[in-house]
């Protein structure tokens, strides 16, 4: 759980993160995904090298 | 299950935790936490609050703190979580943090050593910490293995079960990675595991706030502070349930948090804190000693000893030699002692006074036994409380070598100083939230202008008001949070200053009880809790006050011993001169201690006063205590003849018949309910102190019904207990105690007394020991020119430093001295009095030559307020401002060698002489004040063609007339007792004019009234009782110099 920027109407953010691992046909993904809990929709952050 | 909070920080960590340690304590207790531990940073600032709010909630409160620690295996210091398991533990880590705070200058951090945390381990457990412990750090710098390296040297140092391995969840994936390592390694080594929350704040709310204090600890603003905040609002209290859910994987690191609790013993009552014993010649005990003391002492002061005074020390002594305070005696004694052999001058004051032991060994100077004061309010058995000394000492350098002799005898860890929180209050919380948040400076000065700093605050005193009266919209997302924040910042700390003059005293050492630190003075050392913290966990200090009035007094008598030739002894000083009386009861008290202020000199004609006790009871008569329990203007009623003297009951009147019936003191108090409800002395005292701070409704009714159960029982009637109890109650807040009254009115006599007899020493004296009392010295200067005083100059040559006396006994003049010029740095000041005793200055170039401490800056201020116009020019005139101001633009910068010792003569300039304006303006710029004519003065002819009417003559007019007064605004002030009102103080050539300000007028146009240095003011005049006012209708701006006329504003 991640929140920041409270101080700013616009850009306030409050998130839930995850780091989800998925089984890909060339091996494992690493992902950094999370769910901006204000627009209550999920986005993908980012990838592990 | 069980689970206690073993690491929480509180906002006496300052600027690393948001919430005060009764904010804390109370979310324990609504979280039904049994137990906390505050671990505040490299301190136990906050643990007495904490300790007293927890005790009644049932909450164990844990001490303990984070000690910075610098080791090589973590490379920077590392924040180490240490709880006190036992007494032992206690000391040590008060020990540990003395070491590391008293090395390290102030406002400085420093760490402790490895080995230093060894050496003070005994009695603590450890934790291995958050993100800023020390495991965090050794994983980050050199990871598993240097964890592996770091564990292994702390199981050496904490053996058995003292060492824990912290884990805190917040939900960050690089928390919970430290988290897989810590546990790994806790199996390895076989440690326990502890579940902690490492709280920052009560609730979650209060994460903006440590947001905010965060940004001012780094010095930025919020929008650039990034990774610097906090990332969730989770470090607050939780509960059991709460801890157990998110460690449900490891329920023994929540077992352990029980476990741990039940085996930290300490509590904060058992400090060991002792009082030093004094050392006492050979076959003698300290009691015995006393004695002899207090017998000796008794010879000198009571020439001849009555039965009665002999009964009362002999109560004293023996309550003494029971409660085991004969030590505290010879130990204040003593400091007394040195005072008196170093001549400086020295006077208890408070309840202290009570006590004729107190009196006897020369503490205080008035004898409680011919004013029939009361022991009890000082001293009794059943209060269980170390008495209170405080001792007034000329403030500046003989003050600090009272304190230097105290340090000196009880050694460095042995005394401090109790410390003084410094806490946000209006402005400065929106000064700071502010700049956290990106407002620009003048919007924030607009802030602070309309943040209400008067004592009296009405119901629109509050931030709301304050933002929309700046002109802020709190529609606006940014301001509101401005104003969220604003508001929950107040009464948080934001540092640690230093209390006046508490000095606390430990037999043995003081920091085994409480850590020390290095206080913002040199050579001097704090303690680190304030003097509520040190009453509430019984540490006796003794107060040791500067007061500017006794430096005055002290140089007033060296000034009378060298001028007029005669020796003046305070200790002897018979307060009963007729001429001293008629200029009091005028209220010619301009200067004087305690009866200078204007309310006082407003009751002075009422009260009327021709003997020491009508003082007495004048010094607490003006009182918030006496006003808001409206006991004021009975008593002036009656003292006046307006109101018949009557008695609540008559088996009050020996305790109210020295103050007509009305009471007025705190022994008064006491007193009633003794003689009323058949209550001990000390019963009578945990009365007042139940009723006089930190009241609670509970106890109030307990009280009531207490006294009037032993009414009843002396047959007093249910109307007349209900006067009683109204008395009691509405005054116990406030009220004076009679001993304090009377220890100051002597100084106000011994003051009124210099005024009178000895104008020009006494003047110079407080002159020389500003800043102090009422009035700015330009007022006192001219209050002492309109009494016949000479006042001259600053002249470079002949004025000192300090200001001096000129002439022969019949006619002293007094000369300022060179600390009125602004600017000038007093090692400047002194180099050129040092070279003119050398020789005399022939020219400006001469004392540029030889006095190279004066800056350019400092000769132009020289030039401008006419000090150098005693120097002649060639032709042997003399030089005004305009040529000295010409002439010092050569001087004052880096002289060429070439040029090194050449002695140029001053030519006069072709400038013109100064206008008359332009003088005052530079003699306000340059030293706060003109020795010339009032400013008012020049205009007194356009002012009187215009009907305006002097202060001397308002005076004379009749009451309810309408008048017009004009003036210099000296002082504002708008009393927490006096319901909105502002009183201003005008003065012109004159004297002084009062001025009295409804709300509806000041409302009408506040910036006239606040800002404006002269006013014309139309009204009504309020003559009663030989008291003039005039009641403004109407104030209008007046425009009669552009000088800097300064007014002394209480807020």
Known sequence: MTSGNWWKKDEEWRREEWDVALQLSDGVGLYRIFRELRQNAWFVEGLYD | ?1051
């Open chain 2, 1 to 1051: 299950m069980q689970y206690a909070e073993l690491h929480a920080r509180s906002a006496f960590s300052f600027l690393e935790g948001a919430s005060v340690p009764e904010a804390l304590a109370y979310a324990c207790f609504a979280k039904q936490l049994p137990a906390m531990a505050l671990l505040d940073r490299n301190g136990l600032y906050g643990s007495p609050r904490f300790h007293f709010a927890a005790k009644p909630n049932k909450i164990s409160a844990h001490v303990g703190a984070e000690v910075s620690v610098g080791d090589t295996l973590t490379a920077e210091p590392s924040y180490y979580p240490l709880l006190v398991r036992d007494r032992a533990g206690y000391s040590n880590l008060c020990r540990l943090i003395t070491k590391t705070k008293l090395r390290a200058l102030k406002n400085q951090t420093s760490a402790a050593t490895l080995d230093e945390l060894e050496e003070h381990a005994n009695g603590l457990v450890c934790l291995t910490g958050d993100e800023d412990g020390p495991l965090a750090a050794a994983l980050r710098i050199g990871g598993i293995s240097q964890a592996r390296q770091l564990l292994e040297h702390l199981i050496a140092i904490f053996p058995k079960g003292n060492l824990y391995v912290e884990l805190q969840r917040h939900f960050r994936p690089e928390q919970e990675a430290r988290n897989h390592a810590a546990i790994e390694l806790a199996r390895e080594f076989k440690l326990p595991l502890l579940a902690t929350n490492g709280v920052l704040y009560a609730g979650p709310d209060e994460r903006r706030v440590l947001d905010a204090l965060t940004c001012l600890k780094h010095k930025c603003m919020l929008d650039e502070a990034g990774r610097l905040l906090q990332t969730n609002a989770s470090r607050h209290i939780r509960s059991g349930k709460e801890m157990a859910l998110i460690f449900r994987d490891l329920p023994v690191a929540i077992a352990n948090t029980a476990e741990l609790s039940s085996r930290l013993e300490f509590v904060l009552e058992s400090l060991g804190y002792e009082f030093p014993h004094y050392p006492v010649p050979p076959g003698e005990t300290e009691i015995s000693y006393l004695r002899t003391q207090v017998d000796q002492g008794m010879r000198e002061r009571y020439r001849t000893i009555t039965d009665k005074a002999r009964r009362q020390l002999e109560r004293e002594l023996r309550l003494i030699e029971k409660l085991k305070l004969a030590g505290y005696f010879l130990i204040v004694w003593d400091i007394v002692r040195f005072c008196r052999t170093n001549k400086i001058l020295v006077q208890g004051r408070g309840s202290a006074a009570n006590s004729a032991v107190c009196y006897s060994l020369g503490i205080t100077a008035v004898d409680p036994i011919a004013m029939d004061l009361l022991f009890e309010r000082f001293l009794s058995e059943e209060r269980g409380e170390w008495p209170d000394i405080d001792l007034d000492l000329p403030s500046g350098d003989e003050r600090e070598r009272v304190i230097q002799y105290v340090y000196q005898r009880y050694g460095e860890r042995g005394a401090a100083m109790t410390a003084n929180v410094i806490t946000f209050r209006s402005k400065l919380a929106a000064r700071e939230m502010g700049k956290v948040l990106g407002f620009k400076p003048d919007a924030l000065g607009r802030l602070s202008e309309v943040a209400s700093s008067w004592e009296w605050r009405g119901p629109d005193d509050n931030f709301d008001n304050y933002f929309r009266k700046a002109g802020f919209d709190l529609n606006h997302s940014r301001i509101a949070c401005f104003l969220e924040l604003c508001k929950r910042v107040i009464d948080l700390p934001r540092h640690l200053g230093q209390h006046s003059g508490g000095m606390v005293v430990c037999q043995g050492a003081l920091d085994s009880v409480v850590p020390l630190e290095p206080a913002s003075m040199p050579n001097r050392v704090v303690l680190q809790w304030d003097k509520d913290d040190c009453a509430d966990l019984r540490i006796i200090k003794i107060d040791l006050l500067g007061l500017g009035m006794m430096a005055a007094l002290r140089e007033s008598i060296d000034l009378i011993r060298t001028h007029y030739k005669e020796e003046v002894d305070l200790a002897h000083l018979s307060a009963d001169q007729p001429d001293v009386y008629d200029a009091i009861r005028k209220a010619d008290t301009v200067g004087t201690f305690q009866i200078e202020s204007r309310a006082q000199m407003a009751s002075l004609p009422r009260n009327n006063p021709q003997r020491f006790y009508d003082l007495v009871v004048q010094v607490a008569l003006i009182r918030p205590g006496p006003i808001v329990g409206q006991m004021t203007n009975p008593y002036l009623k009656r003292r006046m003849g307006k109101e018949e003297v009557t008695y609540p009951h008559s088996s009050l009147v020996p305790v109210l018949e020295r103050t007509l019936g009305v009471p007025l003191f705190q022994e008064q108090l006491l007193r009633m309910a003794m003689i009323c409800a058949n209550f001990s002395g000390g019963e009578a005292e945990e009365l007042r102190r139940a009723l006089s701070h930190k009241r609670s409704e509970q106890r109030m009714k307990q009280i009531e019904t207490k006294l009037r159960v032993g009414m009843t029982q002396n047959g007093i009637p249910p109307e007349t207990q209900d006067k009683i109890v109204q008395f009691v109650s509405s005054f116990a807040l406030y009220g004076f105690p009679e001993s304090h009254s009377a220890s100051f009115a002597l100084l106000a006599y011994a003051s009124a007394f210099l005024k009178v007899r000895y104008l020009a020493a006494f003047t110079c004296a407080l002159l020389n020991n500003q800043p102090m009392g009422f009035y700015s010295p330009a007022t006192l200067v001219k209050d002492a020119q309109r009494h016949g005083l000479k006042v001259r100059t600053v002249d470079v040559g002949s004025s000192d430093w300090n200001c001096t006396l000129e002439g022969e006994q019949d006619s002293l003049s007094l000369r300022l001295g060179l600390r009125y010029v602004r600017g000038l740095r007093q090692s400047a000041g002194e180099a050129l009095v040092d070279a003119r005793r050398k020789r005399p200055f022939v020219s400006i170039s001469d004392i540029a030559a030889r006095v190279p401490q004066l800056g350019q800056p400092d000769l132009r201020m020289l030039a401008t307020v006419g000090a150098l116009n005693s120097i002649s020019t060639e032709s042997g005139a003399r030089l005004h401002r305009r040529d000295a101001l010409w002439q010092v633009q050569k001087y004052g910068t880096r002289v060429p060698p070439m040029l090194e010792g050449v002695i140029e003569q001053d030519t006069s300039s072709p400038l013109k002489r100064m206008e008359l304006e332009e003088r005052l303006v530079a003699d306000f710029h340059g030293t706060g004040m003109t020795v010339g004519p009032h400013p008012m003065a020049y205009r007194r002819q356009q002012l009187r063609e215009k009907g305006v009417v002097s202060a001397g003559e308002l005076k004379q007019l009749w009451h309810n007339q309408p008048a017009v007064v004009a003036g210099a605004v000296i002082t504002r002030q708008r009393p927490g007792t006096a319901k909105g009102l502002i009183f201003l103080t005008l003065e012109d050539e004159t004297g002084h004019a009062n001025i009295l300000v409804m709300p509806d007028v000041y409302s009408g146009n506040p910036l006239v009234v606040l800002r404006e240095r002269f006013v014309c003011v139309h009204g009504l005049v309020q003559n009663q009782d030989g008291v003039v006012h005039l009641k403004a209708e109407k104030i209008m701006p007046l425009n009669v110099s552009a000088a800097d006329v300064a007014s002394h504003d209480f807020h």
